[in-house]
C-alpha cells in the first residue's frame, strides 16, 4: 500500500511503525502536522492508500478524513477517548492496575470516536508514563496498525469490539495536584510518573513555581512531610507523608533556567548545595530502593554496570562518573564487562539540555566541547580495556553519540525492537566523534558508513544487525532480554578460549594502532566538533536551540517527505 504517515513529530513510536511498515514492502511517506493546507498538499502529492496518525496533538482535517481512511492510533482501550488516556489510566491505575491497550480508529469528526479497525492490550505496569509509551504502547500500536491495515486491505471492518473505556478530558495541573503533607509516596509516586515526559507535575521547590518530573522511591531516608532532606549527585529527596522520593529532573516556570527541563540539582543548585549529600557507600546496586543512576551486579564471572541516566542525555559529569565507574568495574576479579545503560535509552549522547543551560552563566560552545571529551575519555577507555570482553547490551534505544559509545564495546547485543538513529546530522550538521569514523566503516564499508550519516534514517534492531554495525538481536520482551543477556554473558566468561579472545583483541587494537593512533582519530573528529562548536555557521547552537525548546517544526525534513522530491518511496 501507499501509506502517509501524519504526525506531530517523527518520534520513537513513529519511526518505529516506519519500520515495521518499510519492512512489509509498503510505499512510506511522511508530513509533519504542521497545517490543514500541508497535510492536504501531501495527499494531493502523493495519492495515499491510506493515512496512518501514531502520533497527533491536533484533529485531521475533514478534507482529508472525508477523502480517505486515516488510522488513527490512540494509546488507550476500546471506548476510551480523549487527549490525556495515559495520564488518566497511570494516575488512576494504582487502585486496579488492569490491562491497558492501544485502538486503532478511523478519523471522523469527532476525536477518537470513528469506527475502530484494531486494538491490543498490555498489562498495566507502575512506570512513568514515557516508560510506558516506549514500550507496552509501542508494541501494542505495531500489532494493531499492522492488524487495522491487513483489514483495511482486505476491505472487511470486524464489528466493533466491547468498549470498556469512556471519554476523558485533558488532565488539568488541578486534576494532577498534590500534598506532600497528606499524600503518600504512592499517591505521589504514581502523579508525577502520569505527568513524566510532558508537562510535568505542577509544583514548587524551594518556594520557586516548577514541574517535577523522574520520581524514585526511597525507603529509608524520613522527615517532616514536605521537607527536602538530603541531595545526590543530580537528584534531590524529598519527605512525603509516609516516607520520600528522589526527584530527578524539575523544570523551574518562569525566565529561570530559560525553560529547560534540568537535573533537580542543576535547576537548583545554589539551594541544592545547602542540603546534606547522601553519598552512596560505592557502585554496588544499594539494597534497598533508593535513587542510584549507575549501578553494577556482579555474577558469574560478569560484572554489569546499568546507567540510567534520564532520556539517555549524557552530560559532562554523568561521562566522567561513568569512565569511574567503567574502570573500577575493569579492576574486579571478573571476565566480562556489560554496559547495560538504562531501561528506556542506552544512550542518546551528549546532554543538550544541560549545554543549551550553558547560556546563562556560561558559554554552551565551551560546555559542547566540555560534554563531548568527556564521552570521548569514557568511549577511549572502553575501547582500551584489555583486561575484560565488553558487552554493550542495548534494552532500549540509541542515538547520535550513544550508538558509537556503544560500538565502542567488543560485542553490541540489542533488544528486538529498538531503535537506533546512528547519525549526527539532524543536530545542525554535528560532525560527531565518539571514534564514529574508526568504528563504523570497517563494519559497513565506507559507502555503507556514508549513506547511513547522509540518509539520517532510524534503523531497527534488526536492520543494525544484518548490516553488521551490531552482532546479535535477542529476545524482545525486556525481561526475557535481560535474561538472555546474562546468560550469555556468562557464556562468554566461561569460554575455554576467553584468554585467547583478549589476546586476539589486544593484538587487533595494537595493530590498528600502529596504522593510525586513537588520539589521531580523535583530533580529526574534534577539529571538526571544534568548527561545529566555535566556527562562523551556527546552525548546531540554533538547531540545539530548536530541539531543547522543541520549537515546532517549520517544514517536514525531505529525506521524510519524500512525495516532495529528491527520495522516491
Ligand atoms: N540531550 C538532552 N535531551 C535529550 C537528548 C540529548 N542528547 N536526546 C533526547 N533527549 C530528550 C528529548 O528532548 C525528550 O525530552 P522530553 O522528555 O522533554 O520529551 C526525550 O529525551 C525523548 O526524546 P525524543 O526525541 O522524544 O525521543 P525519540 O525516541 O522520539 O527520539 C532521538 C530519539 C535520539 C532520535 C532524538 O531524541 C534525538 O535526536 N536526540 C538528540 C541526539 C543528539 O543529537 N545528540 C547529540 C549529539 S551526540
Known amino acids: 500500500m501507499r501509506i502517509l504517515f501524519l504526525a506531530h513529530s517523527f518520534n520513537s513510536l513513529t519511526q518505529r511503525l516506519w519500520d515495521e511498515l518499510c519492512a512489509r514492502g509498503h510505499a512510506l511517506s511522511l508530513e509533519l502536522d504542521i497545517a490543514d493546507s500541508v497535510a492536504e498538499e501531501a495527499v494531493e502529492l502523493f495519492r495515499p492508500d491510506a493515512i496512518v496518525a501514531p502520533f497527533l496533538k491536533r484533529a485531521i482535517p475533514q478534507s482529508v478524513w472525508s477523502r480517505l481512511p486515516c488510522l488513527v492510533v490512540h494509546p488507550g482501550i476500546p471506548g476510551d477517548r480523549g487527549p490525556s488516556a495515559l495520564d488518566w489510566a497511570i494516575q488512576e491505575g494504582a487502585a486496579q492496575w488492569g490491562q491497558w491497550g492501544v485502538t486503532v480508529l478511523q478519523a471522523e469528526a469527532e476525536m477518537d470516536a470513528g469506527p475502530i479497525w484494531a486494538h491490543a492490550e498490555f498489562p498495566m505496569r507502575l512506570a512513568r508514563k514515557s516508560s510506558l509509551y516506549r514500550r507496552e504502547v509501542t508494541e501494542a500500536a505495531c500489532i494493531a496498525v499492522l492488524a487495522a491495515l491487513e483489514r483495511l486491505a482486505g476491505g472487511a471492518r470486524p464489528p466493533p ?20 503533607e497528606r499524600d503518600d509516596s504512592a499517591t505521589i509516586l504514581a502523579r508525577i510518573h502520569a505527568a513524566d515526559g510532558f508537562p510535568g507535575l505542577a509544583d514548587t521547590l524551594f518556594g520557586v513555581p ?15 512531610p514536605g521537607a527536602l532532606l538530603a541531595r545526590r549527585e543530580t537528584a534531590l529527596c524529598r519527605a512525603t507523608r509516609d516516607g520520600a522520593l528522589w526527584i530527578g529532573h524539575v523544570r523551574r516556570d518562569g525566565d529561570a533556567g530559560s525553560g529547560i527541563k534540568l537535573p533537580a540539582t542543576v535547576a537548583f543548585a545554589a539551594e541544592a548545595a545547602a542540603l546534606p549529600e547522601a553519598p552512596l557507600p560505592g557502585w554496588w546496586t544499594a539494597d534497598h530502593a533508593t535513587w542510584q543512576d549507575i549501578r553494577y551486579e556482579e555474577a558469574a564471572g560478569v560484572g554489569i554496570l546499568h546507567f540510567e541516566f534520564y532520556n539517555g542525555a549524557m ?13 573500577w568495574t575493569a579492576t574486579r576479579p571478573t571476565r566480562v564487562i556489560v554496559l547495560a545503560g538504562g531501561e528506556e535509552f542506552w544512550s542518546n549522547g551528549i546532554h543538550l539540555n544541560l549545554i543549551e543551560a550553558a547560556s546563562e552563566s556560561d558559554s ?53 525492537g529498538v ?17 564514529w569514523t574508526y568504528l563504523l566503516p570497517p563494519r ?15 534503523l531497527s534492531a534488526r536492520d543494525a544487525v544484518a548490516l553488521g554495525f551490531y552482532d546479535t538481536c ?37 595493530a590498528d594502532e600502529a596504522v593510525k593512533p ?28 530548536q530541539f531543547v525548546h522543541k520549537t515546532p517544526q517549520a517544514w517536514t525534513p525531505r529525506h521524510l517527505a519524500r512525495h516532495r522530491g529528491r527520495f522516491s518511496p
Open 161 to 180: 469490539p466491547a468498549c470498556r473505556g469512556r471519554a476523558r478530558p485533558l488532565m488539568t495541573q488541578a486534576d494532577r495536584a498534590v500534598d506532600w
Open 210 to 224: 516548577c514541574r517535577l518530573f523522574d520520581a524514585w522511591p526511597e525507603d529509608r531516608l524520613r522527615g517532616a
Open 315 to 327: 552530560g559532562t559529569d554523568q561521562c566522567r562518573r561513568l569512565e569511574a565507574a567503567f574502570r
Open 364 to 416: 554552551p560552545a565551551d560546555e559542547s566541547w566540555a560534554n563531548i571529551n568527556a564521552m570521548n575519555d569514557l568511549a577511549e577507555a572502553i575501547l582500551r580495556c584489555e583486561s575484560h570482553l565488553t558487552v554493550a547490551a542495548l534494552a532500549g534505544n540509541a542515538g547520535a553519540g550513544g550508538c558509537f559509545l556503544a560500538r565502542c564495546a567488543d560485542r553490541v547485543w540489542l533488544r528486538q
Open 419 to 435: 531503535m537506533l538513529n546512528p547519525h549526527y546530522k539532524n543536530m545542525g550538521n554535528l560532525y560527531g566523534s565518539e571514534f
Open 444 to 458: 559497513v564499508g565506507a559507502e555503507g558508513a556514508r549513506r547511513l550519516m547522509r540518509q539520517r534514517l532510524p
Open 474 to 510: 535477542l529476545a524482545a520482551d525486556h525481561a526475557q532480554f535481560g535474561e538472555e543477556v546474562r546468560r550469555q554473558a556468562a557464556a562468554l566468561a566461561a569460554a575455554p578460549d576467553l584468554a585467547a579472545q583478549l589476546a586476539a583483541k589486544a593484538a587487533r587494537r595494537a
Open 518 to 545: 586513537l588520539t589521531q582519530w580523535r583530533a580529526e573528529e574534534l577539529a571538526e566538533m571544534r568548527r561545529n562548536f566555535y566556527g562562523f555557521d551556527p546552525s548546531y547552537h540554533y538547531a540545539r536551540h
